[in-house]
C-alpha cells in the first residue's frame, strides 16, 4: 500500500508564563515537543511530527485519522493549529543519513593511509558500492 505524501493533523499549543510553549499532537500519544516562541514551536512541531510518524510506518504501526480541529478540547491557555508534513523529504533524510561502522584494519596499513590522507569513509563507501555491484544499476 502506497503510504501518503502529506500528514496533517492538529496540535495542541500551551503557553504558560516563564516556559516555552509546549506542543502535543492529541491523535498521537507520545509525540510532544516545545519551542520558545510561536515560529519555533511551529518548526518543531513540524519536525516532531514527521519524524513521529516516519517512524510509525517504519515500524508498521496503524496511523491513526486525523481529528477534526472542531473536535479538540483545550482550554483557555491553548490553541489548536493544523501542523502538515511532507513525508518524501522526511523519508529521504531517513533513508540518506549516515551511520557509524567500526572497522579494524592492520596498523600498517592504517599509518599508510593516515600518513597520505586518506578518507575511510569515502574509500569505504566506494568499495561497498563496487563490493555490491550497485554502479551497474
Not at 510532544?32 to 516516519?54: F, I, N, P, Q, V
Not at 496503524?62 to 483557555?76: Q, R, T, Y
Request: glycine fraction near 6%; charge should be negative; charged fraction near 25%.
Amino acid at each position: 500500500m502506497k503510504k501518503p505524501d502529506n500528514y496533517i493533523y492538529p496540535a495542541v499549543l500551551t503557553y504558560e508564563d516563564g516556559y516555552d510553549i509546549a506542543v502535543t499532537f492529541p491523535d498521537l500519544p507520545g509525540c510532544a515537543t516545545c519551542g520558545s516562541d510561536e515560529e519555533d514551536a511551529m518548526k518543531m512541531a513540524k519536525e516532531a511530527l514527521g519524524g513521529h510518524l516516519w517512524c510509525m510506518e517504519t515500524d508498521g504501526d496503524e496511523i491513526p485519522a486525523p481529528s477534526k480541529i472542531k473536535d479538540v478540547a483545550h482550554d483557555e491557555n491553548e490553541v489548536v493549529v493544523l501542523v502538515e508534513v511532507y513525508m518524501p523529504v522526511i523519508r529521504l533524510a531517513h533513508e540518506n543519513r549516515s551511520v557509524n561502522r567500526t572497522v579494524t584494519l592492520p596498523a600498517w596499513l592504517n599509518a599508510r593511509a593516515c600518513e597520505i590522507g586518506v578518507n575511510f569513509s569515502q574509500v569505504l563507501q566506494a568499495a561497498l558500492i563496487r563490493e555490491l555491484k550497485l554502479n551497474e544499476e
